[in-house]
């Protein structure tokens, strides 16, 4: 059986990926600070365990990975925030909670996982990233560089361990009606606006990033290594649709 442990698992995205992996055989491992939460979503989730832990803090994440057992064959970093507003009223606490999360969060994880990794010869780790790091958006504060700070960071863990045998990609969702997401599309305004501007007519849902998941986990997919995966439906490359010639 393999195994996966998922950060930010107690809900939204991060459970709907556990569910996916669950229903394909994996053991999963919910890494979550939030207790109640997580202990609710493993007793409905089949073959998982809540592990609470706060990213940010390496010994609270030592402790949980030593609770899940030998290390994963996969870890999913999908724990991850947001601060909205303009750049200039955001307080200087705001900058600093999304780098801890986002980076150093995602850091301390993915170390962690590639210790008990490198001593097996293998395992796959696959960073949340964005369009954002791709596009900047505004009003989000920290958060696009952070999540081109992961994209970038991808690509050194994956040659840096990739010659030990793991594997490390990113992940860069697009509009997804899920997650921390999920409040902004519940205006039916601005799920037809967004969703009409993508070239495949449709936000994301949660599933269409749990599968990517899968692929990028898959056998099919073992060449791939320090890649970064857009599933956005094509608007991160559809500019030139919005300034036509006439």
């Not at 001593?119 to 369009?131: A, E, K, Q």
């Not at 994209?151 to 899920?178: D, Y």
């Not at 990033?209 to 439906?233: M, T, W």
Request: charge should be negative.
């Amino acid at each position: 059986m393999k195994t996966a442990i998922i950060t930010g698992g107690a809900e939204g995205l991060g459970a709907d990926i556990a569910t996916l992996l669950s229903d394909k055989g994996y053991r999963v491992g919910l890494l979550d600070i939030r207790a109640d939460l997580v202990h609710e979503t493993a007793k409905a989730i089949p073959n998982s365990v809540a592990l609470v832990a706060d990213v940010t803090q390496a010994d609270q994440v030592a402790d949980a990975f030593a609770a899940f057992g030998d290390a994963p064959d996969l870890l999913v970093n999908n724990a991850g925030i947001v601060r909205f507003g303009p750049m200039e009223e955001q307080s200087i606490e705001d900058f600093q909670t999304v780098i801890n999360v986002n980076i150093l969060g995602s850091c301390i994880c993915a170390r962690q996982a590639a210790l008990g990794m490198l001593v097996r010869g293998s395992g796959h780790i696959i960073n949340f990233t964005s369009i954002n790091a791709v596009h900047p958006s505004p009003n989000i504060g920290m958060y696009s560089g952070t999540k081109a700070a992961m994209a970038n960071l991808t690509e050194a863990m994956a040659i840096e361990w990739g010659p030990r045998g793991l594997r490390v990609n990113s992940i860069a969702p697009g509009f997804i009606n899920a997650g921390m997401s999920r409040p902004i599309y519940a205006d039916p305004k601005v799920r037809e606006k967004r969703g009409s501007g993508v070239p495949s007519r449709r936000l994301g849902e949660a599933r269409d990033i749990a599968e990517a998941v899968l692929f990028l986990d898959s056998e099919g997919a073992s060449y791939i290594n320090g890649h970064q995966l857009v599933v956005d439906g094509g608007v991160s490359i559809s500019v030139m649709t919005h300034l036509p010639r006439d």
